[in-house]
């Protein structure tokens, strides 16, 4: 004889176009509101106290009102705890919830989250940089470490006078001796980068979308082509500054690299007054992805990339516009002047 089983029931009642619904019951027996027998099974021994406590003070002679509230209290308080629910966990009693909070404490176990990956960088291109990763406006070194890098404006104290020169100096002289030590090492860096023609190359762009002459829409397409020739040209360079911290990649390194970034970008900016106030910029991943790739690719470095107007590639006329561009051309030229 085949045993009737749950599966065989559900199957039934598929048959049937019934819906087997698993739901959760609680099984508990409720005395009054919250309170279970359960409940009252494990509140017990604090009755039984209670009770102790009663007789003892009844032999005394000290039983009174206020003795009697006090000798129910550990019971009721007992009962209170079981019977209280926790109010995101209805399922949960305030007395587990303890209980839970206190293996919690007493548990010997540690959690740590760690970044560490084991790859073989020997035929990496990072190998040869010393960067792992680009991530929360940090470079991730091969030697554990973060790297948070400063953009700072400068001054030109060559043409300033000699007491505004003196008091940069001073002033410079003062931050230097006012960096806190858990900063070092610390790093100030020159850096020479293509020229960055962007802005101008953006003006120009606009001015080709509003001009309906076909010849001086060629005229400033050739001209935009040789600005960013200008552009990977190693003759025309800007230098910026840069200030680099570094802190090693632990559990607390993010944030202690965070806190010195801006403490150190203040100090900068209070640094001088008026108007040889120093800029700082604190580089997030874009810009760190841009100066690394300055320093692996220098003459593509500014290129323009994002420059996607239609104006953008080759124009094509047919011969007869041809004709009369190259006529027009001539034309002109004998009377003007470039």
Same mark, same amino acid.
């Given at each position: ?36 027998? #359960? ?33 129910? #209290?550990?019971?009721? +308080? ?25 293996? +919690? ?11 560490? !990956? ?13 960067? +792992? ?23 030109? !104290? ?16 003062? +931050? ?45 397409? %050739? ?76 003459? %593509? ?24 561009? %190259? ?12």
């Amino acid at each position: 004889m085949q045993e009737y089983s749950a599966e065989m029931a559900r199957e039934e009642m598929k048959k049937k176009g019934k819906v087997l619904l698993n739901l959760h019951f609680d099984t508990s027996r409720y005395i009054i509101g919250n309170i279970r027998f #359960i409940d009252v099974l494990y509140s017990a021994p604090f009755l039984l106290l209670t009770i102790l406590t009663l007789i003892i003070l009844h032999k005394t002679h000290l039983l009174n009102t206020v003795t009697l509230v006090i000798a129910f #209290i550990p019971f009721l +308080f007992s009962i209170a705890l079981l019977s209280m629910k926790d109010t995101d966990r209805r399922n949960v009693n305030q007395w587990n919830k303890i209980l839970n909070k206190i293996n +919690f404490i007493k548990r010997e176990k540690t959690f740590h989250f760690t970044k560490e !990956v084991n790859i073989h960088l020997s035929q990496d291109i990072r190998a040869k940089l010393g960067i +792992f990763n680009i991530t929360n406006g940090c470079y991730e070194t091969l030697d554990n470490r973060l790297v948070k890098v400063l953009k700072v404006s400068t001054v030109n !104290v060559s043409l300033m006078s000699p007491s505004d020169r003196g008091r940069v100096f001073e002033s410079y002289q003062t +931050f230097l001796n006012d960096i806190p030590r858990e900063f070092f090492d610390i790093q100030i860096n020159q850096i020479v980068q293509p020229v960055d023609l962007k802005n101008y190359l953006i003006d120009i762009e606009q001015a080709m979308n509003k001009e309906r002459d076909v010849n001086k829409r060629l005229l400033s397409q %050739s001209y935009k082509n040789k600005i960013q020739q200008i552009q990977k040209s190693k003759n025309m360079v800007s230098r910026e500054r840069y200030v680099i911290l570094s802190a090693k990649n632990n559990s607390k390194g993010l944030n202690t690299i965070d806190r010195n970034a801006e403490t150190l970008k203040a100090q900068i900016e209070n640094m001088l007054y008026g108007r040889y106030r120093l800029e700082t910029t604190i580089l997030d991943n874009a810009a760190l992805e841009d100066l690394l790739y300055m320093a692996i690719d220098y003459e %593509s470095a500014q290129t323009n990339k994002e420059m996607s107007s239609p104006f953008n590639s080759f124009l094509t006329v047919s011969d007869k516009e041809y004709t009369e561009m %190259s006529e027009s051309w001539k034309e002109k030229e004998k009377y003007t002047i470039y």
